[in-house]
């Protein structure tokens, strides 16, 4: 199943649920956390195991070396099934839980736009000033390329939350020339709004007394639940 949205999912199978017992459905809708355990659950009730499953490939990419596919729901669906799955492209299995392929999928879809806001920002600043998009397009993959290799130092620094450690460039020093980022794409005619929301937390962070420590640190500002933050 590979719909537009979960109501959708929902629109197509629930005519056909009772018929579905003893089946494994695999539904590669885009969808939330929230929805996949949604469809487990009921899965579960019309009596068929469902893997939940999220798609990092645009269409050209299938079935090809650089696609890969995440799954949840129960291991031995997933097992029993993988040779068929990996026509599709790398099968990756990430828990029971019928939510968690959903949640790696937008976690790697919100680093994606987020980089994305970032280089359309640098591409609007190039042509604000006549330039050659396609000319700057070398030099920006070549710095997006050595900033894009810090993945795994910021993780270490997340699961210890220990943002002080071995720090380089400290958070209180980039919050200092960020506002430069804003007023200059204000003088060059482009609107700053996808990076101004980084500055405000940057600042509150620097306020709460943690300018010392790396950029990661600003991670513990975004957290909406208590137990998230303990």
Do not use: K
């Not at 999220?54 to 099934?81: K, R």
């Amino acid at each position: 199943v590979c719909l537009w949205d979960h109501r959708s999912v929902h629109e197509t199978l629930d005519p056909v649920g009772a018929d579905l017992a003893g089946r494994v459905v695999v539904n590669l809708t885009n969808g939330t956390p929230r929805q996949g355990r949604e469809l487990g659950e009921w899965a579960r009730t019309h009596g068929f195991e469902l893997l939940d499953g999220g798609i990092m490939a645009v269409p050209p990419m299938i079935g090809g070396p650089a696609a890969f596919v995440l799954y949840s729901g129960p291991e031995e669906a997933f097992t029993g099934h993988r040779e068929t799955l990996d026509a599709l492209g790398e099968s990756r299995y990430v828990g029971p839980d019928h939510g968690m392929a959903a949640l790696h999928d937008i976690a790697l879809l919100s680093a994606m736009y987020g980089a994305m806001m970032g280089e359309l920002h640098a591409f609007a600043l190039v042509r604000s000033a006549g330039l050659s998009a396609t000319g700057f397009a070398p030099l920006l993959q070549r710095w997006m390329g050595t900033v894009g290799g810090l993945q795994e130092r910021t993780a270490q620094l997340v699961d210890a939350r220990d943002y002080a450690r071995d720090v380089v460039s400290n958070l209180g020093m980039q919050a200092a020339a960020y506002h430069n980022l804003i007023d200059a794409a204000h003088d060059e005619g482009v609107s700053p709004e996808l990076l101004a929301p980084l500055y405000p937390l940057m600042l509150r962070r620097v306020a709460e007394g943690h300018g010392h420590e790396d950029t990661p640190g600003l991670i513990e500002l975004l957290f909406t639940r208590r137990d998230d933050r303990a």
